[in-house]
Nanobody, 125 residues
């Protein structure tokens, strides 16, 4: 199973980006998808997650109201729509997939079996 994260880039504060997470080698609709990010010198942190159906989502407080997570199982792809970006959103963003959806641990790395390589998002002030 491989995950490919894409869509990162350089954007000005207040701008938008949409990240994509494509899966190959397995049935995408069997997995919950999570997005994490890691800024330079900081630990990896949870951003958002969505269950296999798309009906349940979870967002970190720091991105609520600005980011939206979604998925298209027909395209084997998950998305993270980021709006009103801030310089503090600058990080490498990773997508992950796991067969377990547990709201108690979805914000940790525990339920995720597969990870993408990361895509860099840089927000300039």
């Amino acid at each position: 199973v491989q995950l490919q994260a894409s869509g990162g880039g350089l954007v000005q504060a207040g701008g938008s980006l949409r990240l994509s997470c494509g899966m190959s080698g397995s049935t995408f609709s069997m997995y919950a998808v999570g997005w994490f990010r890691q800024a330079p010198g900081k630990e990896r942190e949870f951003v958002a997650a969505i269950d296999w159906s798309g009906r349940s989502t979870d967002l970190a407080d720091s991105v609520k109201g600005r980011f939206t997570i979604s998925r298209d199982n027909g395209k084997n792809t998950g998305y993270l729509q980021m709006s009103s970006l801030k310089p503090e959103d600058t990080a490498v963003y990773y997508c992950a997939a796991g067969s377990l959806w547990d709201t108690m641990i979805v914000r940790t790395t525990k339920p995720y079996d597969y990870w993408g390589q990361g895509t860099l998002v840089t927000v300039s002030s």
